[in-house]
């Protein structure tokens, strides 16, 4: 359990987190105007008659988005609620046209139950994370408030995009259940598999720096071992993972600091300063708003049967935690390279394509993507898997990485030789592996009678190293190895320099 060392002991952090993703549809919730939100869109050019709040416009839902939703919460191994409601939120603010928003009430059922996740927790053990909720709205306008020195502006364009959020669960009637996130790093484990999710199910782009998923993070704390969960606050509009951990941290401390001199918990709402990584308060429990939700008498309850469930169901990917399972059971990969390689969905089907029907590529090919690959993400496109030359630059596919690996297992090239094809791939060679490797003569050198030549000239040549390698300094072994290499221009197979070695010295 993650600690917090005060001065009369030590604390634990109770986290809850409400995320907001974007779903991604053609078109809004409620309206048909385009849902491509883009920042780079001319203001207020995608806002139709319903968005504006025009008098006489209905709202009319979108049953793609609420698909989308119910294959979000078959990912989550949630509830699908049969049978559930849209409300009206009731606050004015500049952004809302309406003067409220259209969500899915809390003491109403959700499209989305009780379900959960599961994260690797700090003891290094899977963790299941319980999840509330999962329920649609419309997202509210952009102000901008930098175009002028007195008057602030109001896009659109945003409004009406369609929402998921995503409530973990607290059970408070069972308090000793830790079914919860726990700890700043857990807080980062259970986003990050959240967007893994919404991702490798085409449910939205999860893109903290978009804006597409973003975070309110509640924190409380209470001493360790205690079972009573004490008051909270809430840090609103999170979208960094960094600033999450970094704020989770430092209001953990502040509550702490309160309560150990003495002091009470408000329940207010906080803001999150970018530039020195506190959090100060936003507004007072007495200050917050009574939304008034009531029914939206222009939208019928929505009805979902088991037959929609399981046509979704049947569409649905393999998740992420299955492809990392079945690297680790088939391909023998350890957790770290099975996590990476898991990343994305298009990163894993990249990894797919290139093992092909050959899973003695799996290995190595997870090497040459981890070590080499990553580090040069301008030479591969994971996304669309183009080739060839494009903007100037050579792509990596996944047949070139098969081609390379082939070529090493058939001793056709040795591994300083894959990496010289490599680096030429790089830096805009064109042509497969195996037509570099011709046109610059990087075929390896396995004719054994030729290599025995040469280390017999290379022992011949080095007559005292023999003799101190025979007396006992046997570290000396790869000396005779680097010479042999260089008179072969490293193209001598390693492993039959090494055999032919160790029988000439005994």
Known sequence: MFTIKGKSGDWEIVIGLETHI?????????????ANYNPTIAPNTQVSFVDAAMPGMLPVLNDYCVDQAIKFGLGINAEISHLSCFARKQYFYPDLPQGYQISQPADQPPVVGRGWVEIIGDDGNPKKILIERAHLEQDAGKLKHDMHPTKSFADYNRTGVTLLEIVTFLDVKNPENNSYISSPDEAERYLRQIREIARALGVSKANMEEGSMRADVNVSVRRAGSNTFNERCEIKNMVSFKFIKTAIEYEARRQIEILESGG????????YNQGDGTTSV???KEDALD?????????????????????????????PAATRARYIEKYGLSEYDAARLTETTDISKW?????????????PIANWMISELFAHPENYDIENQKSGIVDGMRIITPSDLSELVDMISANEINGKQAKEIFIKMLDGEN???KEIADKFGMKQMTDTGAIEKIIDDVLSQNTPQVEQYKSGKVGLFGFFVGNVMRATDG????GVVNEILKKKLG
Do not use: W
């Open 291 to 319: 939304y008034r939700y009531f029914p939206d008498p222009d939208l019928l309850p929505l009805e979902i049967t088991d037959e929609r469930i399981e046509r979704i169901r049947r569409t649905m990917p393999e998740l």
């Open 431 to 433: 042509g497969s592996p």
């Open 491 to 494: 193209k001598a197979n390693p």
């Open 264 to 271: 009470t918990i408000e329940r207010n709402t906080m803001r």
């Open 351 to 363: 990894f797919d394509t290139a093992i092909g029907d050959k899973p003695t590529r799996a290995k």
């Open 282 to 284: 936003l507004r007072s």
């Open 22 to 34: 974007e779903v991604l549809s053609n078109s809004k919730i409620f309206s048909g105007a385009s």
